[in-house]
């Protein structure tokens, strides 16, 4: 059974620093492809960040490009996203997903696993 267990959120001002972590379990994790989504309060859920298998591929979404790093490590099984520099429209539900497709871009339907999510709220 494959889980998704995302952590590392909580509340920052703005211009702070957060790190979220994401492990799966029950997959070949050096197999998928990860990803961070977001969604907000009556908002859409969006592609943030994403990580090809071996990390030779990243796509950002341009609201973040400079400010968020994603990143893996294979031998834990986890994924993280770096969010520096944050923002009040940054705050939203972030959720860590694990895909076996890729096509250079952060869309949903390439993502078949998802975690439950971990809240980050920025303050102004």
């Known amino acids: 059974q494959v889980q998704v267990v995302e952590s590392g959120g909580g509340l920052v001002q703005a211009g702070g620093s957060l790190r979220l972590s994401c492990t799966a379990s029950?997959?070949?994790?050096?197999?998928?492809?990860m990803g961070w989504f977001r969604q907000a309060p009556g908002k859409e859920r969006e592609g943030v960040s994403c990580?090809?298998?071996?990390?030779?591929?990243?796509y950002y979404a341009d609201s973040v490009k400079g400010r968020f790093t994603i990143s893996r490590d294979d031998a834990k099984n986890t994924v993280y996203l770096q969010m520096n520099g944050l923002k009040a429209e940054d705050t939203a539900m972030y959720y860590c997903?694990?895909?076996?497709?890729?096509?250079?871009?952060?869309?949903?339907?390439?993502?078949?696993?998802w975690g439950q999510g971990t809240q980050v709220t920025v303050s102004s």
């Open positions: 029950g997959l070949t994790f050096a197999d998928y492809a």
């Open positions: 990580l090809k298998w071996h990390a030779d591929r990243t």
């Open positions: 997903a694990a895909g076996v497709a890729w096509d250079g871009f952060c869309r949903r339907d390439n993502f078949h696993f």
